[in-house]
Each structure stands twice: as structure tokens, then as C-alpha cells.
């Protein structure tokens, strides 16, 4: 279950690093279209680590001495980084939440004293929930494992980045 809950984290963290690279990228009015399809490729992305996570687990599992012990480790990690990651996902989603509002005051409080923040200290909040989840790690591999998806939810963002930099460009030489 935990793992499940992980696995969602990253796909709503996948979603928003889309989201925010696609934003003030595009000359169009209407922007709907185009954060839909950053939301989903974020998602997307988050779905291509997490695929390459499972492989790398199915691949440590298989050849770990002891299979249940492996389980146990990764479980007790996996809470242990989840005290770290749902209040962040918590103080996230509420400053999300609080947009709907329709003030315009509102919406710039939250983006200035709380969303752009939150966006700034995203990856020392994924390094310390890792490292928090890994610390009395019992095995090695539980280890490995971690520093290796940290490793792949940090790129996210800079993949999505580099791409959206490049889409703007071709769209760019297409209008001139």
C-alpha cells in the first residue's frame, strides 16, 4: 500500500513539473490546451520512472538472498519517506486548493508566499525524504534503490524543461 501511495506521489509530482514547465512558454489566449497536454506529459514522464523503478526492483528482487527481508527493508523505508513527503504534498495541494477562490489577491499570495517556495525547495524536500527513508535502511539494496528513483524523479523536471525549451523554440521559427 505504501508503495501504491508512492507511486501516486510521483505521478501528482510529475503532473505539477509539467504542468510548471509549460507555463508562460506558449503566445496562445486560450492556454487550456496546452497545460492539459503538459500536465499529462509530466505525468507521462512520472509514469517512464516509475516503470524503469519497477524494472530495477523486479532486477534487485530477483537476485536478493532474501527476498522477504528486501520487502520489509523497502516497506519501512517507503513510511519513513512518506513523513516526509505527504506534509509537503498536504501544504501543496492546499495552496492549489486555495486558487479557487476567486480573488486575484489570493491567488498571488499563494504563488508568492507559498507555491513558488514550495517549487524552490522541491528538490532538497525529495533529498531529505529519501535520505530520511534510507537512513536505517538494514540492506543495501534498499539503499541503491532509493538514491537510484531519487535519482530519476530529480531528472522529471530538468527533461521536461529541456523539452519544452526545445517545443517553444520550433514554435518560434515556425511563426518567423
Not at 501511495?5 to 489566449?29: E, H, K, V, Y
Not at 517512464?48 to 520489509?72: E, K, M, W, Y
Not at 513558488?116 to 534510507?134: D, E, K, Q, S, Y
Request: glycine residues 8%.
Amino acid at each position: 500500500m505504501t508503495l501504491l501511495l508512492l507511486f501516486l506521489l510521483a505521478s501528482l509530482d510529475g503532473a505539477l513539473c509539467g504542468f510548471r514547465t509549460c507555463m508562460g512558454r506558449c503566445p496562445l489566449i486560450r492556454k487550456k490546451g496546452h497545460y492539459t497536454i503538459g500536465v499529462l506529459r509530466g505525468v507521462l514522464a512520472a509514469q517512464v520512472v516509475s516503470g524503469f523503478s519497477l524494472i530495477c526492483l523486479l532486477i534487485v528482487a530477483a537476485f536478493a538472498r532474501d527476498p522477504q527481508l528486501l520487502r520489509g527493508d523497502l516497506e519501512k523505508s517507503a513510511v519513513r519517506m512518506l513523513f516526509v513527503f505527504i506534509p509537503y504534498t498536504v501544504l501543496v495541494l492546499g495552496n492549489i486548493a486555495l486558487r479557487v477562490i476567486p480573488s486575484t489577491d489570493i491567488r498571488s499570495a499563494t504563488s508568492v508566499f507559498f507555491l513558488g517556495p514550495l517549487t524552490g525547495i522541491r528538490p532538497f524536500v525529495m533529498i531529505i525524504g529519501v535520505l530520511a527513508g534510507i537512513w536505517r535502511a538494514q540492506l543495501h539494496e534498499t539503499v541503491f534503490l532509493g538514491l537510484f528513483v531519487l535519482a530519476l524523479m530529480l531528472s522529471v523536471e530538468y527533461v521536461l524543461n529541456f523539452y519544452c525549451s526545445r517545443l517553444q523554440q520550433r514554435q518560434i521559427r515556425s511563426l518567423i
